[in-house]
């Protein structure tokens, strides 16, 4: 009889997939690092900027929908390979972009193939993996992510003292189509096409349905309870530490704690870091005990805390500041948890469908919130330049963060209207 596959084959098969996640998330928070560049290359202002970072949220959040549909009926394989290679394509043009336009239309390519990263891992997971490591596995491709943020942060800092932005981004672009390559040669969809046994609950099944029936799924799972407020919850503290640590967190910190680049890079880092440690834990920590809404609720309002702190506390010591954003980054952790919250909720037959649509909602917080925080930059700037690029006072953030921490007050509170699943599928 065939044995399922050595938990070496199947991380093998799903660190392909992490790897592409991780040149996502890397792309996704770039232009943390390079914000003065790209005001100055591209002659933009706060909003501008705002608006081509987040090139790459509206077409990711667009992609969501129609990525978990795909992953149901394609498969992982398939999916994570097209979407490396136009990935690699997106960042090509945006590397070479001579004008704003080519810079967002690069974006907008990076951000709507990169979209299938994280719904491709999921998918790999509940094919490779006993079903009791779903929510563990989802907390370690989170991780996975953000290594990638974490690579543009610091890191990618330093290496701008030696080359300039766009060269590092075409060795990204390589680097991509390298990892869509590998995927295509060594990744399988099932165990079984590696000559394993697929699991039980997991086996591939002839797949018959219309594309109606496809797009009826969509609809289907907004008739479970507790979906509709499920779709709403992550955006909510996703759109604050994105926001902050993927775009405005630099120059804040630079311009009111008089920190260097790379040391306001270092702190933003740290949050990302204590992020990816805080998905694998509150993943572990609920499958242990058996719980998810509680231990949301609970993660959810550490790192609502934590942000509130970073940004109405001014003058803060610098461990002081320090151990917010690490609190906010780790209990930020727990949005992992929609997905097995949300998993738990529908059909096996709908999981991809419901992965993206989730995917979608929680990428609707910074989707909104980097131009929105632009925006508001630009109305309340008092006219101050330094190096031809703007500074923004004390008094103009806090009234841009606002609305970040609004967004995820409102979250929390639609997480009240969810029921507990007990870590079991209850449909």
Same mark, same amino acid.
């Given at each position: 009889?065939?044995?399922?596959?050595?938990?070496?084959?199947?991380?093998?098969?799903?660190?392909?997939?992490?790897?592409?996640?991780?040149?996502?998330?890397?792309?996704?928070?770039?232009?943390?690092?390079?914000?003065?560049?790209?005001?100055? +290359?591209?002659?933009?202002?706060?909003?501008?900027?705002?608006?081509?970072?987040?090139?790459?949220?509206?077409?990711?959040?667009?992609?969501?929908?129609?990525?978990?549909?795909?992953?149901?009926?394609?498969?992982?394989?398939?999916?994570?390979?097209?979407?490396?290679?136009?990935?690699?394509?997106?960042?090509?043009?945006?590397?070479?972009?001579?004008?704003?336009?080519?810079?967002?239309?690069?974006?907008?390519?990076?951000?709507?193939?990169?979209?299938?990263?994280?719904?491709?891992?999921?998918?790999?997971?509940?094919?490779?993996?006993?079903?009791?490591?779903?929510?563990?596995?989802?907390?370690?491709?989170?991780?996975?992510?953000?290594?990638?943020?974490?690579?543009?942060?610091?890191?990618?800092?330093?290496?701008?003292?030696?080359?300039?932005?766009?060269?590092?981004?075409?060795?990204?672009?390589?680097?991509?189509?390298?990892?869509?390559?590998?995927?295509?040669?060594?990744?399988? +969809?099932?165990?079984?096409?590696?000559?394993?046994?697929?699991?039980?609950?997991?086996?591939?099944?002839?797949?018959?349905?219309?594309?109606?029936?496809?797009?009826?799924?969509?609809?289907?799972?907004?008739?479970?309870?507790?979906?509709?407020?499920?779709?709403?919850?992550?955006?909510?503290?996703?759109?604050?530490?994105?926001?902050?640590?993927?775009?405005?967190?630099?120059?804040?910190?630079?311009?009111?704690?008089?920190?260097?680049?790379?040391?306001?890079?270092?702190?933003?880092?740290?949050?990302?870091?204590?992020?990816?440690?805080?998905?694998?834990?509150?993943?572990?920590?609920?499958?242990?005990?058996?719980?998810?809404?509680?231990?949301?609720?609970?993660?959810?309002?550490?790192?609502?805390?934590?942000?509130?702190?970073?940004?109405?506390?001014?003058?803060?010591?610098?461990?002081?500041?320090?151990?917010?954003?690490?609190?906010?980054?780790?209990?930020?952790?727990?949005?992992?948890?929609?997905?097995?919250?949300?998993?738990?909720?529908?059909?096996?037959?709908?999981?991809?469908?419901?992965?993206?649509?989730?995917?979608?909602?929680?990428?609707?917080?910074?989707?909104?919130?980097?131009?929105?925080?632009?925006?508001?930059? +630009?109305?309340?700037?008092?006219?101050?330049?330094?190096?031809?690029?703007?500074?923004?006072?004390?008094?103009?953030?806090?009234?841009?963060?606002?609305?970040?921490?609004?967004?995820?007050?409102?979250?929390?509170?639609?997480?009240?209207?969810?029921?507990?699943?007990?870590?079991?599928?209850?449909?």
């Amino acid at each position: 009889m065939k044995i399922t596959p050595p938990l070496k084959i199947a991380w093998f098969v799903w660190g392909l997939g992490a790897l592409f996640y991780m040149i996502g998330f890397f792309q996704r928070v770039a232009p943390a690092v390079m914000t003065e560049e790209l005001m100055r +290359d591209f002659n933009i202002s706060a909003a501008a900027l705002g608006n081509l970072s987040g090139f790459y949220f509206y077409s990711y959040v667009i992609m969501q929908i129609p990525t978990g549909i795909i992953a149901d009926t394609w498969g992982p394989r398939r999916l994570l390979t097209l979407g490396a290679l136009v990935a690699g394509t997106g960042i090509l043009i945006f590397a070479l972009a001579p004008q704003i336009i080519w810079a967002n239309i690069g974006r907008f390519l990076v951000g709507g193939s990169v979209a299938v990263a994280f719904v491709g891992c999921l998918k790999v997971s509940m094919n490779w993996f006993p079903p009791r490591y779903f929510a563990m596995v989802s907390g370690m491709a989170l991780l996975a992510g953000l290594l990638g943020a974490i690579l543009a942060g610091t890191p990618l800092r330093l290496l701008m003292d030696f080359f300039d932005w766009r060269t590092l981004m075409l060795l990204s672009a390589v680097a991509t189509f390298m990892i869509g390559l590998a995927v295509w040669i060594f990744a399988r +969809d099932f165990p079984s096409e590696k000559g394993y046994a697929d699991f039980a609950e997991n086996s591939p099944a002839p797949d018959k349905k219309s594309r109606g029936q496809l797009i009826g799924g969509i609809f289907k799972v907004f008739k479970y309870k507790s979906i509709i407020p499920l779709f709403f919850v992550p955006g909510g503290i996703i759109g604050c530490l994105l926001t902050f640590c993927g775009l405005w967190g630099v120059p804040f910190l630079k311009t009111h704690y008089n920190l260097s680049t790379h040391q306001a890079a270092v702190l933003t880092s740290a949050a990302l870091v204590a992020w990816g440690i805080g998905g694998p834990f509150f993943g572990w920590l609920s499958d242990r005990i058996g719980m998810r809404k509680s231990i949301y609720i609970a993660g959810y309002t550490a790192a609502l805390f934590g942000c509130s702190v970073v940004f109405f506390i001014p003058g803060l010591p610098l461990p002081v500041l320090m151990g917010a954003l690490i609190l906010t980054g780790f209990s930020s952790g727990c949005v992992i948890l929609t997905f097995a919250f949300a998993k738990e909720l529908v059909p096996i037959s709908l999981a991809g469908t419901i992965s993206g649509i989730i995917n979608m909602g929680q990428m609707i917080g910074p989707t909104l919130m980097q131009p929105a925080v632009g925006w508001v930059l +630009d109305q309340k700037w008092q006219g101050a330049m330094e190096n031809g690029v703007r500074i923004y006072s004390l008094s103009t953030y806090q009234t841009g963060f606002t609305l970040m921490v609004l967004w995820a007050a409102l979250s929390l509170g639609s997480l009240l209207f969810t029921r507990e699943t007990h870590c079991r599928q209850t449909v």
